[in-house]
């Protein structure tokens, strides 16, 4: 076999053969295939997309790159959430408690963040003291034991997804259905669930820009996780705006925690309700949606939930105390108001460029390895649909430096003040199998 050959069969719109794909990702890894070629057949790839037979070849060749994670040692069936990203996104810090108090695990592999969105493992981290490095033993003890656990995910994990993405990153083939649908589902795969729960984003703070692409994103996954015998369902969601109120890790940690104690922002609490019991079905654990969802709305409201997050962050060597105390967590140095310039209704919020805003704080990382500021980040007052008066405080910036022009010019283009406008639905759609 020549990889020169596969790239032309790409470009001439032939399907490809599961022992060319895998030709072509074994080759990759292990150096004999260059990044010119890799970089032509993605591209390829890119304009002639792949059929379903072979996006399934491509995810379980990535999966047999690297090593895979055997979850057998846990008790249940292990439902994986996963979001392709957001701003604000702290669902998972609600979603994990929320789903192991009632009984399902959740063992959790997660990453940090880059560029305009944030990485649960940051914003866990913003709490004094917790920590994310856990043996594999002491991962499945404690799953086992409090059905809660979060670790950071392998790095020998799904080695031609760190190569490939890199090189797309680059050559500009990053938003391809089939390239983003393997890249994740085999990851998820190798990370070892039983099924697993996708949140497909949309919107201007997301990969895909309407809804059209993202439905087929989404049922590309749930084809995938089918193929290899996973159940999968996906949710469809609006990231035209950030989600909740608060933009960065100690200020997120604290609106989970508000939403934890039935106090926190509206589209928030719908969303974990939704990816919740979705989980809650998949595992077994409830016969319809109806009843997953009355079971984790009693434990938002029994305080189960909250209890479960205390008992995670003890686990993980965390202050509880920032529970009862949130000003344990880290805060900026100073909290500077953005005046609205006119006045009239929110008629559109560019999420990406608030994202991007945040990072500039402190709150994101441009760079991989750049260091973090816990306390930094946005904290809006108005969202899409809201009426404003002219000086009103639009949002509040955390900051620790003074100086901070650049960023809020970024926020005022960032934010649309008109007549009129319609609030954006939360969810779009459901896709299970
Ligand atoms: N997230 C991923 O993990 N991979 C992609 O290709 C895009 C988003």
Sequence with gaps: MRMVDIITRKRDGYELTPQEIRFFIDGYVNGTIPDYQASAFTMAVYFRDMTDREIAALTLAMVHSGETVDLSGIQGIKVDKHSTGGVGDKTTLVLAPLVASVGVPVAKMTGRGLGFT????????SIPGFHIELTPERFVELVNNNRIAV???SSALVPADKKLYALRDVTGSVESVPLIASSIMSKKIAAGADAIVLEVTMGNGAFMKDE????????????IGQHVGKKTAAVITDMSQPLGFA???ALEVKEAIDTLKGRGPEDLKELVLTLGSLMVMLAGAASDADEARRR????LK????LEKFRSFIVNQGGDPDVIDHPELLPSAKYQIDLPARSSGRITAMHAKRIGLAAMQLGAGRAAKGDAIHYDAGIVL????????RKGDALLTIHTDTETIEEVKAGLYQAIEIGPESAEPPLIHRIITE
């Design 118 to 125: 944030g990485g649960t493992i940051d914003k866990l981290e």
């Design 151 to 153: 670790t950071g995910q």
């Design 212 to 223: 059209r692409g993202a439905a087929r994103l989404a049922e590309t996954m749930v084809h």
């Design 247 to 249: 933009v960065g890790n």
């Design 296 to 299: 984790l709305r009693a434990s």
């Design 302 to 305: 029994n305080g189960r939930a």
């Design 381 to 388: 007052h108005k969202k899409i649909g809201d009426q404003v």
